[in-house]
């Protein structure tokens, strides 16, 4: 296992393109210290900002106050991260495969475009988790995220396949112009959930409106919920125990695109035959 | 407009020499300057601005480094002139034109799809050259062309009507295109971007290549210069003041699209667009750029461009320069492209490879002499000591992607593809002269139809760094 303590708080943002455990797995200590990264507009090293403990392997512990730390472990390929403190924004962004775990918050872009790959966050996540960058057509296409608590707005911001669940409330706009894969929103949320989505589902696990594009379509029981639950708990993600026994009401849209996604809303209304 | 782009593109950081800014295939002002320099190039042309935004284009202008550079303005669309060739007045229409020059202080005289961009306006085109455009009795895209050629002859501009022809994109417009060539005859003129105007074929399934027809007739005309607007396989994005190709580019798409109505001067359109080796229109236009290049005899009348962000980057030019100074390179490019093409192209017998010096004519020398720099493209007494030196490499695009020094004014600006200094280059403008009276009656064209009065609308001399007025020799 590989240790690296942030010596002292950040001023100003710190990229970090270049580390992920896959990156510095193979690497001895003496190179992960001279690893270039830039803080703000001027080149620095790793080791300008971080005490390196332990042997370089692919499971990465990272200590301290990331929340300037941007882009850690974008395209990560492998491996573990832990981080203990807040992370910063792009975390994850690009990833293809292994796990980060996060024990605090973090910011905007969380496993945007993400390919694969599995992202634990035990508190809240900024704006657009999961989504696609500004001028791409395709957000998070495979992988898994869960955020402990609340996350911002434009959550699965198009994303295509994989899964974000978030145990909070999100922000406005979750699953803009979403193409498919699967958000599981477990408390209530703000609106204009789903619009333009073409594809993929939303569950909510508490009452919500849909948008008033989308039509009902009747209500839905299905097997698929306590499969989806045993994958989800394969993976960690706790799913509130009461999400089985609810029932959902089905709303398909968005039809101004002419979209076949679906919001599943979950209401207390008596199951109908 | 593509904000995707500045992810994957190169990254210039903040230095104590240059400042930040990212390459694409539309880099920043700045990055711009720093990768024509990197290639060795030290004088660059842009060569479509509306009069309207000049001083836009002049503030950008002076945020490019290192490089001289000028600009050509858009006039084939411009309906106070178009007016007045209708009324028959083509001194007063000369007037204007040199008017709008000065205003803009440009170097000379961009016409793109004439008529085409106005008639556009009022939901047409303008296709065929002896056809009125929708909204005038008389006058035709031909007679726009052949008036503008006559007075950048006139009015003695070193640098000819830079034609944009009609119908560009189109499956059969090598007849159009062969036609706007005789309408020019007895005037000088640069055909821009000339492999989007040479297509045969029907429709595009049966688009061909048509490259020999236009090389055999511009070899025979001395007066016709021209750059082939080559296209490389990848992203880009299409940027253009032809607003009905690029809405018809836009349907054929489905991606991204903006167009702009600019006044009553010209348009513009954008849209990003991905050249794919597997698209048989794409192949199409790929091997037509080379083989443009390859038929056409004279290389001081054929000059290496991609239409940047067109066809392609402008920091892409060595990979054309490799293709043209390999003809096994280029043979091996050609198995990527689809079988049921390679009937339709002339580029598989071709055999020509460019030599170093005619390398040196179609990036500098051709080019500096196309637009009248006469300090510019040549290594003699009274030249600019602008001066690319390359190290031996067996890769062209290496060694033109990379020069060993770059010297701008005598300047040691580049060493081993490390920029040192960041001087400003000139900015090259003409000054053609035009009978007084024409402006007072523009003042009252302004008044009727600009959102801009007449007296803010010339650009101030003070608003370009470094200007150098280069003299007209009027006939």
Redesign the interface.
């Given at each position: 296992m590989l240790r690296l303590v942030l010596k002292n708080p950040l001023q100003v943002p710190l990229d970090a393109e270049s580390l992920s455990p896959s990156a510095l797995c193979n690497r001895t200590v003496k190179e992960i210290g001279e690893i270039p990264l830039?803080y703000g507009?001027r080149?620095a090293k790793l080791r300008d900002f971080f005490e390196i403990e332990g042997e370089p392997s692919d499971h990465l512990v990272m200590e301290g106050d990331l929340s300037k730390i941007r882009h850690l472990a974008s395209h990560m390929d492998g491996g573990l991260l832990e981080v203990y403190g807040h992370g910063g924004m792009h975390l994850g962004a690009h990833m293809r495969a292994g796990t980060i775990q996060v024990h605090g918050c973090v910011g905007d872009w969380l496993g945007a475009e993400m390919r694969g790959g599995a992202i634990h966050v035990t508190q809240d996540a900024g704006n657009q988790v999961g989504g696609a960058?500004?001028?791409?057509r395709i957000g998070m296409n495979n992988g898994l995220i869960y955020v402990g608590r609340d996350a911002g707005t434009e959550v699965g911001l198009k994303m295509r396949r994989g899964t974000i669940v978030v145990a909070g409330r999100c922000g406005d706009f979750a699953g803009l112009h979403m193409k498919g894969g699967t958000i599981v929103i477990q408390q209530a949320s703000s609106s204009r959930l789903g619009v333009w989505m073409r594809r993929g589902t939303i569950m909510c696990l508490a009452p919500i409106t849909a948008p008033p594009s989308f039509s009902v379509s009747g209500p839905y029981l299905s097997a698929f919920l306590h499969v989806f639950a045993g994958f989800l708990r394969s993976e960690g993600v706790p799913l509130a125990s009461c999400a089985l026994e609810q029932v959902f009401v089905r709303h398909v849209g968005d039809p101004s695109i002419d979209g076949r996604g679906e919001i599943l809303i979950a209401s207390n209304a008596p199951s109908e035959p | 407009m593509t904000p995707e782009d500045r992810q994957r593109a190169q990254k210039f950081f903040h230095s104590h020499v240059h400042r930040a800014g990212h390459g694409g295939f539309a880099p920043t002002s700045f990055a711009t300057g720093y990768l024509y320099a990197g290639m060795g190039w030290t004088t660059v042309n842009e060569a479509a601005v509306p009069v309207l935004t000049a001083r836009h284009t002049h503030e950008e202008l002076n945020d490019v480094p290192i490089v001289d550079k000028s600009c050509l303005v858009l006039m084939a669309n411009n309906e106070i002139m178009l007016d007045l060739l209708e009324q028959g007045d083509a001194a007063r229409a000369k007037d204007v034109v040199a008017w709008y020059v000065n205003a803009a202080k440009a170097f000379g005289i961009k016409a793109v799809n004439p008529g085409g961009v106005a008639a556009w306006k009022r939901g047409h085109d303008a296709k065929q050259l002896t056809s009125s455009i929708a909204g005038y009795d008389r006058l035709t895209p031909g007679e726009i062309i052949r008036q503008l050629a006559r007075m950048c002859d006139e009015l003695g501009l070193p640098h000819p009507m830079h034609l944009h022809c009609n119908n560009l994109g189109a499956p059969g417009n090598i007849s159009t295109t062969l036609e706007t060539l005789k309408h020019l005859e007895g005037h000088r003129a640069h055909v821009a971007h000339l492999q989007y105007h040479t297509y045969g074929g029907h429709d595009w399934d049966s688009i061909c290549s048509q490259s020999a027809q236009a090389a055999e007739y511009i070899n025979a005309h001395p007066n016709i210069t021209t750059d082939v607007g080559a296209v490389l396989f990848g992203n880009s994005v299409t940027i253009t003041a032809d607003g009905p190709w690029q809405h018809l580019l836009y349907r054929l798409t489905g991606r991204k699209w903006g167009n702009v109505d600019v006044e009553n001067e010209t348009g513009c359109g954008i849209v990003p667009y991905t050249y794919k080796r597997t698209n048989l229109v794409n192949a199409v236009q790929w091997a037509v750029g080379l083989e443009l290049l390859l038929l056409l005899d004279d290389p001081w009348r054929v000059f290496l461009t991609t239409d940047h962000p067109n066809g392609a980057s402008f920091w892409r030019y060595p990979e054309i320069i490799r293709l043209l100074m390999s003809a096994d390179f280029r043979k091996e490019c050609l198995t990527a492209l689809p079988d049921r093409i390679k009937s339709s192209l002339y580029l598989p017998e071709l055999t020509r490879e460019y030599t170093l010096y005619e390398i040196a004519t179609i990036t500098a020398a051709g080019p500096a002499r196309a637009l009248g720099l006469m300090r510019k493209g040549a290594l003699g007494t009274g030249s600019d000591a602008d001066i690319a030196i390359y190290d031996e490499h067996e890769d062209p695009s290496q060694v033109f992607g990379r020069p060993r020094f770059v010297i701008k004014a005598g300047e040691v600006v580049i060493r081993d593809g490390e920029i040192l200094s960041t001087p400003m280059g000139r900015e090259f403008l003409v000054q053609p002269t035009f009978d007084p009276g024409a402006a007072g009656s523009l003042r009252k064209d302004f008044e009727n139809c600009y959102t801009m009065s007449f007296d803010n609308y010339p650009v101030a001399m003070n608003c370009l760094h470094r200007p150098d007025v280069i003299d007209c020799l009027p006939e």
């Open positions: 830039r507009r080149p960058y500004r001028g791409n | -």
